[in-house]
């Protein structure tokens, strides 16, 4: 009885030992998981991080299921014993559920018997970044591409070991390049040989790339501070500065030490006033009477007296500033503590910059080009109406707009960008062809001899079309989409690019300099034009019928401005007030560069476009700004060219 | 020398005699002085009415009597609104600024109060510190020398370089636009030291003025611009009827002609465009009191094409005709833009004149460009029986104004 009693207790327990080593040590990382299941199951983003490390560092491979199955919220946890599973929906309310260990299926279990693990965006981005070093050696190339974004956007030294592991074995070059260049920047924030991370920072040298100088910049970043006596040794001085001298004003300096609490805050004169406020006593403080300290020294005086008596604070003297500020050593010191790093991080950067501003430059030089090509088509059409026939066109902003709301009724009608776009320009052309000749014919032509009532009439031609506009089409601006292929942008590196746009808008100004030249001196229309043009009444006697000359010229110049409207339609959006932006810019175009001439006009074109960009490069928050010293630049201009870069010469020049 | 000059220019006299009755009358009708029958708002209107036919005056001095089709005169009229309203403003702000910090236990220095007032207007663009421009705004008589003083010098300046250079017509024409516009952009800015697009606002409380009601205080502006518009008639009247005013009629019908005559063009030139750019000056420092606020968007190049609207449509070339032309246009758009005109049914289409007002405007001003050239003074013409030259054909000579065809034939 008592030998069956101890054996089935032995056998009792060694069923519960076995259960024992059973229960804890189930699998390698089930039991990490029953050590972190606290922290699983609350969930926070604040305290989740060991229990991810904890995964990320075991070096099992099971972990990457794991993070994978806990990142898109199929880890469930079974209530009854806390265990961790890979969940999978089946029909109804129930769950396959997989070991992580094994792979394999433990069963069909209902949803109110589970707990599913519910990671909120912050621990799945914690996740991500434990998954990169799992997914750097994936077999998908898309995810090995993935893990290097996730890298670039949180780098962390404890991927620089995965991701050196994972290079050797790179078989695509494209992500080998991008993970060598990625290693590179890893060694120099986190890595922990100096020499090589100075050899790294030697060999990016004169890169461009953003990415370089992001994690360039925090080496050497620096702190101002004060210190009474000698700078302590150990500190990575970037330079020493004296107080008064260059960019630190006492003042600031002064600061500084009441910041560090190395010297007395000075009273500001909110406090001296409060003070003497709070010592009212029978209309008078410190024993002056409260009407007279409406003036500086009186308070001065009065606040004097409330320290003698121990009732204030005394203030700070100008000459105990002086003698705090000598008394103490200001320096800027390196974040970064070591001297030989943050050297070569100074040189690599200045050397970055030489290249950075040539890079800008040439930007700059592009936007300038840009912006001179959008004046130029701006003001082409203008170049016919008012350079070669003298007449004041103010409406021509108007044609422009008339141009690009035609492109985006076109669109409107056909879907398909490119075709629109095809379909739009020649429409436009007629549509302000049209109009340009309708308004010669009706008004224009009989003001010929008057050109400041040109000036006035077709002003009034101008507003009645805005407003027409806004009738039409309702205040708010339309949208004239470019074609897939004209969005994006050129980029040679991270400091000189350049939006396709604009390249076609260059390449367009160019053909309508083209077309210009071919029609003026190529054709019997740009022959007549400049015989009547030179001289009316002889061209008249010649057989060459003025009336029609004047005509079809007003209609090609007021065509030309449709197609620009068009053009500008696509990166401007396209409103009633579209024209009017661009209406005083065009004139001063074609008169800085020359009435009469096309290479005037494009001389024009490119010196405001350069000067504007340059001015906003000087000033870059404020383009109003450039605008203002632009026009500015343009009536000084006219003092010393009245006639324009390229001036006529002799009786072509008119009076 | 005033009687004859009046007996010689019989239409000032009659000019001033219908002000004086538009004066009374109004005086006699409004809510401030009068009857009530006519209100504060809108005897506001009729006062800022009478300054813009003081400006459209300056205008038609400048164009319709020299031929220099200024596009910049609502700049300079806008600088004058600038130059008052930095005051007005200043003064009002001082006022709420003393009376708030009376109540500190500790009376406030000149300097605090100064730095609160700095607080209360630039707090909208982000900055508590007095530009340089505001350095007379505590005083009401530089500023009032201001509003002559800073149209004066720019519009001399801007006209010396502009005239000496011999940019005549429509260059100038487009030059002068592009200085409103590079003033009315340089404005826009929030540094330029007025409150940027903000403009400056409250302008219609006088300060120190708190207990005149409104209705008081707009019959004073009323009067105010009436008087102005007055002076400012005669002033015209005076230099356009005398040896100067033939001198600048020959500049605009043929300015070569008067050079080799021997007078200095550029010096009368010069001379017209300062004095009508002060007149405008003075008439928006009238003007802006009575609007409340000004902003940027108030001399736009646009607002100055419309100066030239007015004087063409009531008639270039005679004075009445310009005050005209102010007084008709812009009333007749407040009426129809201000939503009081009735809806036109046309049966397919209802015609909304708040859509469709300046559409009428800017056809009719082609019309009268085109059939009107004389604009609604020349009615006066019919009904005065005084003739035009009946000039037709084509202009013999190159340029404008030069005998045509058929006048060489008789």
Redesign the interface.
């Known amino acids: 009885m008592r030998t069956t009693l101890l054996a089935g207790l032995m056998v009792l327990l060694s069923s519960l030992a076995a259960l024992a080593q059973q229960v804890p040590e189930p699998a390698p990382v089930q039991s990490i998981l029953q050590e972190q299941s606290a922290l699983i199951q609350k969930s926070s983003r604040k305290t989740i991080a060991p229990a991810i490390a904890a995964l990320a560092e075991s070096g099992l491979p099971q972990a990457q299921a794991v993070l994978e199955a806990w990142q898109v919220k199929a880890l469930w946890m079974r209530i009854s014993d806390g265990m961790f599973f890979r969940g999978e929906k089946l029909e109804g309310q129930t769950y396959r559920l997989f070991d992580f260990d094994t792979g394999q299926a433990v069963g069909d279990v209902a949803k109110s018997d589970l707990k599913q693990i519910k990671p909120n965006s912050g621990i799945r981005a914690l996740i991500a970044t434990a998954l990169v070093q799992f997914q750097l050696s994936d077999p998908d190339p898309s995810r090995r591409e993935e893990a290097l974004l996730a890298i670039e956007r949180a780098p962390a030294g404890a991927l620089l070991a995965p991701l050196r592991a994972s290079i050797p074995g790179e078989t695509d070059p494209v992500l080998k390049v991008r993970k060598m260049r990625i290693e590179q920047l890893l060694t120099i924030a986190h890595g922990t040989d100096e020499a090589r991370r100075v050899a790294t920072i030697q060999s990016l040298s004169g890169d461009l790339g953003l990415d370089v100088r992001a994690t360039l910049n925090p080496l050497v970043s620096t702190q101002l501070r004060a210190f009474a006596g000698d700078i302590p040794a150990g500190l990575n001085v970037a330079r020493r500065v004296a107080p008064g001298a260059g960019a630190l004003s006492p003042d600031a300096a002064y600061d500084l030490l009441v910041a560090a609490k190395l010297a007395p805050a000075r009273l500001s004169?909110d406090e001296i006033?409060t003070t003497?406020?709070a010592h009212?006593e029978g209309g008078r403080?410190g024993g002056v009477p409260?009407?007279q300290?409406?003036?500086?020294d009186a308070?001065t005086r009065a606040y004097a007296a409330l320290v003698e008596a121990g009732q204030a604070p005394a203030r700070v003297s100008a000459e105990q500033i002086t003698q705090s500020l000598n008394a103490h050593v200001f320096a800027e010191i390196y974040d970064e503590p070591s001297a030989v790093m943050t050297h070569a991080a100074q040189a690599a950067l200045t050397s970055i910059a030489t290249q950075v501003a040539v890079g800008q430059a040439v930007d700059l030089t592009l936007d300038a080009l840009s912006l001179a090509s959008i004046y130029f088509l701006a003001a082409i059409g203008l170049a016919i109406t008012f350079g070669v026939m003298g007449v004041?066109n103010?409406a021509h902003g108007e044609f422009i707009m008339m141009g690009a709301y035609t492109g985006y009724v076109v669109q409107q009608v056909i879907p398909n960008h490119t075709v629109s776009i095809l379909v739009a320009v020649p429409l436009a052309f007629a549509v302000t062809f049209a109009a340009g000749v309708a308004m010669e014919r009706l008004?224009i032509r009989?003001?010929y001899?008057?050109?400041?009532?040109t000036?006035?009439?077709t002003?009034?031609?101008?507003?009645?079309?805005?407003?027409?506009a806004?009738?039409i089409f309702g205040t708010q601006a339309r949208p004239l989409t470019a074609p897939g292929w004209l969005d994006g942008a050129w980029i040679i590196n991270d400091v000189v690019s350049i939006s396709y746009i604009r390249i076609a808008i260059f390449m367009l100004a160019l053909i309508f300099l083209g077309v210009f030249l071919f029609i003026m001196r190529r054709t019997r229309l740009g022959l007549e034009t400049r015989a009547v043009t030179q001289n009316r009444a002889m061209a008249g006697s010649m057989g060459i019928n003025p009336e029609r000359v004047n005509m079809l010229t007003f209609g090609l110049g007021s065509g030309i401005a449709g197609i620009a409207g068009v053009a500008i339609g696509l990166f401007a959006k396209v409103t009633s007030e579209l024209g009017?932006d661009y209406i005083?810019q065009s004139?001063?175009t074609v008169?800085v560069g020359g009435v009469g001439n096309i290479w005037g006009t494009l001389a024009g074109a490119t010196m405001i476009g350069f000067f504007q960009k340059g001015v906003e490069w000087l000033n870059p928050s404020?383009t109003?700004?450039a605008?203002?010293y632009m026009?500015?630049f343009?009536?000084?201009f006219?003092?010393?060219r009245?006639r324009g870069i390229i001036a006529l010469k002799g009786r072509a020049a008119?009076? | 020398m005033s009687d004859t000059f009046l007996t010689r220019n019989p239409s000032t006299l009659v000019f001033l005699a219908v002000l004086a009755l538009f004066v009374l009358s109004v005086t006699l009708l409004a809510e401030g002085a009068g009857v009530g029958v006519i209100s504060t708002s809108f005897v506001k209107t009729l006062g800022k009415t009478l300054c813009l036919a003081l400006v459209a005056l300056a205008m038609d001095l400048v164009w319709g009597y020299t031929g220099i089709l200024s596009l910049g005169h609502f700049a300079f009229f806008g600088l004058g609104g600038y130059m008052i309203g930095m005051w007005l403003m200043y003064a009002r702000t001082q006022a709420i600024v003393v009376s708030s910090l009376s109540e500190a236990p500790i009376p406030a220095t000149d300097s605090e109060i100064v730095d609160a007032i700095g607080n209360q207007i630039f707090g909208v663009v982000g900055s508590s510190e007095f530009p340089l421009i505001w350095m007379f705004a505590d005083s009401l008589l530089l500023q009032l020398m201001l509003v002559v003083a800073v149209p004066g010098v720019l519009a001399l300046v801007f006209g010396w370089l502009a005239f000496r250079s011999r940019v005549t017509g429509v260059y100038l024409s487009i030059l002068t636009q592009a200085m409103t516009l590079g003033l009315a952009l340089y404005l826009f800015q929030n540094d330029s030291g007025l409150r940027g697009n903000n403009g400056l606002s409250g302008l219609q409380n006088l300060p120190g003025m708190d207990h005149v009601p409104q209705a008081t205080l707009s019959i004073w502006f009323f009067w105010a611009s009436a008087a102005a518009l007055a002076l400012g008639y005669l002033f015209a009247a005076w230099i356009v009827a005398g040896k100067f005013g033939s001198v600048l009629r020959g500049i605009r019908d043929n300015e070569a002609r008067v050079r080799f005559l021997g007078y200095s063009v550029e010096g009368y030139k010069l001379f017209i465009f300062t004095v009508t750019a002060i007149i405008a000056g003075i008439a928006g420092a009238l003007y802006y009191p009575q609007a409340g606020i000004i902003n940027p968007a108030e001399i736009a190049p646009v607002a100055s094409i419309y100066l030239a609207v007015w004087v063409a449509i009531g008639g270039r070339g005679r004075l009445y005709g310009a005050v005209i032309g102010a007084i008709f246009v812009s009333l007749v758009s407040s009426w129809f833009t201000g939503g009081q005109a009735p809806d036109l049914d046309l049966g397919f289409y209802t015609l909304k004149w708040v859509d469709w007002w300046l559409i009428v405007l800017g056809l009719s001003f082609v019309l009268v460009t085109l059939f009107a050239p004389r604009g609604i003074g020349g009615l006066v013409d019919l009904w005065s029986d005084r003739r035009q030259p009946d000039r037709h054909g084509a202009d013999l000579g190159p340029g404008a104004g030069a005998l045509r065809e058929k006048e060489a034939e008789q």
């Open positions: 004169s006033r003497l406020a009212i403080v409260l009407a300290l409406n003036k500086e308070r004041i103010m008004v009989w003001l001899n008057r050109p400041l009532e000036l006035l009439a002003f009034g031609i101008s507003i009645a079309l805005q407003q027409l806004k009738n009017s005083v004139f001063m008169v404020n109003l700004a605008q203002t026009i500015v343009i009536i000084v006219i003092q010393f009245p008119g009076d």
